[in-house]
């Protein structure tokens, strides 16, 4: 398991534990609770002896010290719960193994973890929540969709996706449809709109100290990057289009995936970036350009092809 993950365990664990131990001592403070809480702990044992050896257990007198000791608890505003650790998660009390497998809650903390990496500051839509009636063509638009959803779940030779179209035919949530497939498939994704990203790219360019390199870092380090709204966000002379070019090439240099919504045309891709970033973004033999225009969803082939 990887060390964030068990430190995330410990923690929970710990304080689980010392809210218990708060508690019990607290408890054990008052006098009257003392006594109930040695009583049914003394009986618990003999209990556990008796079992042991095969003799009667009398519960009677069990739920009796019980009761008792509820009671008293309850006066100074415990229960009986209270003394034990609340764990997270009830299945592997926070240890992260569950019936000698790995728990499911450690799945929800890598995917939590790596939401929280994906610079998105809100929970994603997922494919399940897809509504394709609001479509024209709700049978294309679902067949674009579970493409889309596959690419996130099987390796393909594909690693640019360019998803063309206006604004307000639902490239967004489509992002983030992907976003929280990839999420699952335990890929650290980073979300940016292009707007953030050309901010980061110009202090990226005009700093000069130790922090300059992890600027651009996770650009590069990701596993998916996804830029959302290309070509919405303000041009700096050199910057822009270098530091882009500069994420790009070095991105399909390593195979590493790159998903672009944009409001532009082809032409105008190549137009506002240069023929450099767009020979990166656009290329025959690792991108896939889809167009989605209003409601109505028209797949084109990349013109290169
Ligand atoms: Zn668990």
Redesign the pocket.
């Known amino acids: 398991m990887e060390k964030y993950v068990l430190e995330i365990l410990e923690e929970r664990r710990k304080s689980a534990e010392n809210k218990a131990s708060e508690n019990l001592a607290l408890a054990l403070k008052d006098d009257k609770c003392k006594e109930a809480y040695s009583n049914y702990k003394a009986l618990m044992i003999e209990n556990a002896k008796n079992e042991a050896y095969n003799k009667p257990i009398d519960s009677k007198k069990q739920a009796e010290a019980l009761d008792n000791l509820k009671k008293n608890l309850e006066r100074i505003g415990l229960k009986q719960e209270d003394l034990f650790p609340k764990y997270t ?1 009830s ?2 009390s ?1 240890t ?1 193994i ?1 019936e000698n497998k790995e ?4 799945k929800k903390i890598k995917s939590s973890e790596l939401l929280k990496k994906s610079g998105l500051n809100f929970k994603p839509h997922t494919f399940n929540e897809s509504n394709y009636t609001i479509f024209d063509e709700p049978d294309k638009i679902n067949k674009f969709y579970n493409a889309m959803q596959m690419w996130c779940t099987t390796p393909t030779t594909t690693k640019n996706i360019i998803i063309s179209g206006e604004s307000g035919v639902g490239k967004s949530f489509l992002l983030e449809c992907m976003l929280s497939e990839l999420i699952e498939q335990k890929k650290y994704v980073l979300y940016t709109t292009a707007f953030t990203l050309s901010q980061n790219l110009l202090k990226y360019h005009t700093t000069f100290d130790a922090g300059k390199e992890a600027i651009l870092a996770p650009y590069l380090d990701c596993d998916v990057l996804i830029i959302d709204d290309l070509g919405t966000e303000p041009m700096f002379n050199n910057i822009s289009e270098e530091y882009l070019y500069l994420i790009l090439n070095q991105r399909m240099f390593e195979q590493k995936p790159v998903i672009v919504s944009t409001n532009l045309a082809l032409n105008e891709i190549q137009d506002r970036y240069g023929d450099r970033v767009f020979s990166r973004l656009i290329n025959k033999k690792v991108s896939k350009l889809f167009f989605i225009e209003n409601s109505d969803l028209r797949l084109k082939k990349n013109k290169n092809n």
């Open positions: 998660c299945n592997c926070d992260g569950f728990c499911e809650c450690v």
